[in-house]
T-cell receptor, first 115, second 112 residues
């Protein structure tokens, strides 16, 4: 089955700790995205990548880092610099090139909590 | 970067009532517009999309949306809601730079 797999489903972070959220897709999509979902604020874009070895900051990139070493993988690291990391994190992907293919597909999400 | 505004945070309707959820965006170029829905405990899924052509687009489950370019709006409508439409609805826009932006979401509660 084609889709986006996020892991883990639940993650706990201690103070001062970096944690990495995994996102893998087998849809052969070029673009991948990370969003943070907080109640009443919708989805806010953290980082996105349109091609391997390249990525751009979204609206709330501070305290986060990403890499895109492979087309199918786009891991997100929540660093100790992110002072309010408790949220639901969603990964998405879509084809790019022709605008008609910009439908995003989403993973099931990772809920991150701070201990 | 583009931004998206959804006017209503929480809408409560009775079954069979008509629905209209507002969405406005700010972006000067060509955009694609979307409405996504998130049912309780489920993934975000696409409800409908506008790329070009007829500004009135129809989606799944009887939903439709109208793109009004002069008003930068893409409001979602349904003539008669059902209890099963209870969910959170997100408007989204993607521009030529491929960065998708979402609105804050509108929570719809339909009372049986």
């Amino acid at each position: 089955d084609g889709g986006i797999t996020q892991s883990p489903k639940y993650l706990f972070r201690k103070e001062g700790q970096n944690v990495t959220l995994s996102c893998e897709q087998n849809l052969n999509h070029d673009a991948m995205y990370w969003y943070r979902q907080d109640p009443g604020q919708g989805l806010r874009l953290i980082y996105y990548s349109q091609i391997v070895n390249d990525f751009q900051k979204g609206d709330i990139a501070e305290g986060y880092s990403v890499s895109r070493e492979k087309k199918e993988s786009f891991p997100l690291t929540v660093t100790s610099a992110q002072k309010n990391p408790t949220a639901f994190y969603l990964c998405a992907s879509n084809e790019i090139g022709a605008l008609a293919k910009n439908i995003q597909y989403f993973g099931a999400g990772t809920r991150l909590s701070v201990l | 970067a583009q931004s998206v505004s959804q006017h209503n945070h929480h809408v409560i309707l009775s079954e069979a009532a008509s629905l209209e959820l507002g969405c406005n965006y700010s972006y000067g170029g060509t955009v694609n517009l979307f409405w996504y829905v998130q049912y309780p405990g489920q993934h975000l899924q696409l409800l409908l999309k506008y790329f070009s052509g007829d500004p009135l687009v129809k989606g799944i489950k009887g939903f439709e949306a109208e793109f009004i370019k002069s008003k930068f709006s893409f409001n979602l409508r349904k003539p008669s809601v059902q209890w099963s439409d209870t969910a959170e609805y997100f408007c989204a826009v993607i521009g030529n730079n491929n960065d998708m932006r979402f609105g804050a979401g509108t929570r719809l509660t339909v009372k049986p």
